[in-house]
């Protein structure tokens, strides 16, 4: 028998190796699917900027809202009749202790049944030393012994202390004095 050159010998492996049984070279490396999914196909440059947003936006930190317009939020209505000619007043409730109350805006509607019996109207605390404003008003016009007061201002009361309207009336009694207080109760520190 006749030795084949070294040569020859690894030409004809070479050979063999290329007309190897096609399940041989499937095992060997895995054929690409012939219609691949979506999924498969590289991401679009929309997923990629939208998935470095993600990744990359900083999260907000949780934070106390201090200064809320709702925090600590008044309002109250009172009402009261009075049945003799003179100081008529009408009562909030008392400031509690550790706070501090900014009436910010008061309304009332005053009736006395005499025409151009009501003198003057003040908002102060019930220790009566100094009002704390004179309330301008208005007469309706339908109504001659209708009164109006509607005054946006700040207002302020301390702890223990009970906001008031006092109405004077010479000629005839307060009827109807009805009024409404807005603002913010403020715990102080």
């Not at 050979?15 to 679009?44: D, E, G, Y």
């Not at 600590?72 to 109350?101: D, L, M, N, Q």
Request: hydrophobic fraction near 45%; charge should be negative; include cysteine.
């Amino acid at each position: 028998m006749r030795s084949i050159p070294n040569q020859t010998a690894a030409a004809l492996a070479a050979l063999a190796c290329a007309l190897a049984p096609w399940p041989a070279l499937a095992q060997r490396a895995p054929m690409p699917p012939v219609n691949p999914s979506p999924a498969a196909h590289a991401p679009t440059a929309r997923a990629m900027i939208a998935t470095a947003a993600a990744t990359t936006t900083p999260k907000a930190a949780a934070v106390q809202v201090v200064d809320d317009e709702a925090h600590g939020a008044y309002k109250e209505g009172v009402f009261t009749s009075c049945s003799i000619a003179g100081v008529c007043t009408v009562s909030f409730s008392t400031v509690p202790a550790g706070h501090r109350r900014l009436v910010e805006h008061l309304s009332c509607s005053i009736y006395v049944p005499t025409t151009s019996a009501l003198r003057y109207v003040a908002f102060l605390a019930d220790s009566y030393t100094a009002p704390r404003d004179w309330m301008p008003y208005t007469r309706s016009a339908a109504d001659a012994g209708q009164y109006f007061v509607n005054s946006p201002a700040l207002f302020p009361f301390e702890a223990g202390e009970t906001p008031l309207v006092y109405t004077f009336a010479d000629a005839a009694p307060v009827q109807d004095l009805t009024c409404t207080a807005t603002g913010r109760d403020i715990v102080l520190p």
